[in-house]
Nanobody
Framework: QVQLEESGGGLVQAGGSLRLSCAAS????????MNWYRQPPGKQREWVAT???????LYADSVKGRFAISRDGAKNTVYLQMNSLKPEDTAVYYC??????????WGQGTQVTVSS
C-alpha cells in the first residue's frame, strides 16, 4: 500500500502561483507514475499531469506551459508548480499514484481557489 499526504493549496489571485506537494510513504518501490488530478466545482475529476518513474512529464493541454510537475526521489515527494493561475483552475487537486501492480492510490485532496 501507498499513503499520500498533500499540502499547499489555498486562495490566490488570477495570475499568481501556488505549489502543491504530495509526500508518499509505504510501498514506494511499487510506484510506476505519480499524477495530479483535479475536480472543479460541479464537474468530473480530470487528469492534470503525470511524472513517470523515469522522470518523463506529461500535461493536459489546459495546463501545458503554466504548470510543472516534478519529483524529489529522496523525499518521495511529487510537486505541482502552478503559474499564471486562472479562475478556471479552481478545483480540488488530488495526488494519485499508479503502481506496477495496477493499483491506484489517492490523496485526500487540497482546495485551490483562484479569484478573478
Amino acid at each position: 500500500q501507498v499513503q499520500l499526504e498533500e499540502s499547499g493549496g489555498g486562495l490566490v489571485q488570477a495570475g499568481g502561483s501556488l505549489r502543491l506537494s504530495c509526500a508518499a510513504s509505504g510501498n514506494i518501490g511499487s510506484i510506476k507514475t505519480m499524477n495530479w488530478y483535479r475536480q472543479p466545482p460541479g464537474k468530473q475529476r480530470e487528469w492534470v499531469a503525470t511524472i513517470t518513474s523515469g522522470g518523463g512529464a506529461l500535461y493536459a493541454d489546459s495546463v501545458k506551459g503554466r504548470f510543472a510537475i516534478s519529483r524529489d526521489g529522496a523525499k518521495n515527494t511529487v510537486y505541482l508548480q502552478m503559474n499564471s493561475l486562472k479562475p478556471e483552475d479552481t478545483a480540488v487537486y488530488y495526488c494519485n499514484v499508479k503502481t506496477w501492480q495496477w493499483s491506484d492510490y489517492w490523496g485526500q485532496g487540497t482546495q485551490v481557489t483562484v479569484s478573478s
